[in-house]
């Protein structure tokens, strides 16, 4: 008998929260409301009592906290080529226009050794990602935007539960200029379906944060409202905050979770010839995803492929968006940021989520060994 489907990854929603799910659908009140509240006061605790508002997705915090940041037509962002491909259409979203940087062939973010050349007068943030949930070095990236008086948005969609020198990431960097992005999209460390949150920096008004959110309504006491800025329609359902409280209280336990499953990974793995390993960081990486970089010359879609024959998910986060027809179009072409693209080509995402079991790992091995010399 073949064994189960093990897919590359699923999120881990307990009793407790299924019950109080059924609580919120009997109340009467389903959409924003007092669990949204009640989430963004669990993650501004969790983010050092920063400031914290609740989106419909990361994307629309990041597309928020770019128009907080007064970034429109005529301004350039820089950010990186290797990145779910929301941290770019963002930028131009607002009418901006991406900068884009390579990325360290070691962490796989960007480079910011290479950041300060690229900004020009017309630059006014950076939106660093911590790629499979591994920081940015954040001294380095604060001293380049204090220096140049740019805007900071941290994509941290997928680095909720990391830390940067024992720190949590959403907590004390760049409280001044820094605006932190999480998603809480079904594949993230922590989910509420779909959704993410926004940490604002400390002189950024939160009800205009609130009137971007929803339709730029202004309320007042007397029932009566204006509406004097353009916003969007990007409030959370008490139905998606009600998951994502019955989620932080095990984010600690699924972050040390991952920690261990990815220990295992890196010691089984360590010997296979040609095989690209990530950076072995247990106590600030949150391993959002365990990716190895398949042997130079390997076909990945016979790779997939053959994984997928014995039963296992592989994904592929993210090829290099420079070469995406959008991104083309804009004058992007290939050659332009080759680590970015060497990693886009052999990158493969295995199975890693906090209910795996140890066996499972073996598993994966073993099927990666089998199936390896056959994707050439
Ligand atoms: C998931 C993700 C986003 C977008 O989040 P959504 O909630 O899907 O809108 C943005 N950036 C990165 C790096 C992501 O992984």
Request: negative net charge; aromatic residues 6%; charged residues 20%.
């Amino acid at each position: 008998m073949s064994q189960e489907f093990l897919p590359f990854t699923r999120p881990s929603i307990d009793e407790a929260t299924i019950a109080e799910l059924g609580n919120v659908l009997r109340s009467g009140w389903i959409t924003s409301g007092p669990k949204v509240q009640a989430f963004e006061s669990a993650l501004s605790e969790h983010c050092g009592g920063r400031p914290v508002r609740a989106f419909n997705s990361g994307t629309a915090t990041l597309e928020v906290a770019l128009r907080l940041a007064g970034v429109g037509a005529g301004d350039t962002v820089i950010t990186t080529p290797l990145t779910w491909v929301a941290t770019a259409n963002v930028i131009l979203e607002v009418g901006a226009t991406p900068i884009l940087v390579d990325v360290d062939p070691h962490t796989r973010n960007i480079d910011l050794s290479q950041v300060e050349a690229a900004i020009r007068p017309t630059t006014k943030a950076i939106i660093p990602v911590d790629l499979a949930g591994l920081p940015v070095d954040r001294d380095r990236l604060y001293a380049i935007a204090d220096r140049h008086g740019l805007r900071v948005i941290e994509d941290a969609a997928q680095s909720l539960g990391a830390s940067w020198q024992g720190k949590p990431i959403g907590s004390a960097f760049g409280v001044g200029r820094g605006f932190v992005s999480f998603s809480f999209h079904a594949n993230k460390n922590l989910t509420t379906s779909e959704g993410g949150a926004l940490v604002l920096p400390a002189d950024i008004d939160t009800g205009l944060c609130e009137r971007l959110r929803l339709q730029g309504v202004r309320r007042f006491p007397d029932g009566g409202m204006d509406v004097d800025v353009l916003g969007g329609k990007f409030n959370l359902t008490d139905i998606a905050a009600t998951i994502g409280l019955g989620q932080l209280p095990h984010l600690a336990t699924f972050t040390a979770r991952r920690r261990e499953l990815a220990g295992a990974y890196l010691a089984a793995l360590r010997d296979v010839p040609g095989l690209g390993l990530p950076p072995a960081d247990f106590s600030q990486s949150n391993w959002h995803m365990f990716q190895p970089l398949l042997p130079p010359g390997t076909d990945r879609g016979r790779f997939i492929a053959g994984m997928k024959a014995q039963g296992i998910g592989v994904g592929v986060h993210y090829p290099a968006l420079h070469l995406f027809s959008l991104y083309r179009a804009l004058g992007f072409k290939e050659g332009d940021f080759p680590c970015a693209e060497d990693i886009g080509r052999r990158t493969v995402t295995l199975p890693l989520f906090p209910a795996m079991r140890d066996g499972d790992v073996a598993r994966v091995c073993t099927a990666l060994t089998v199936t390896l010399p056959e994707s050439t």
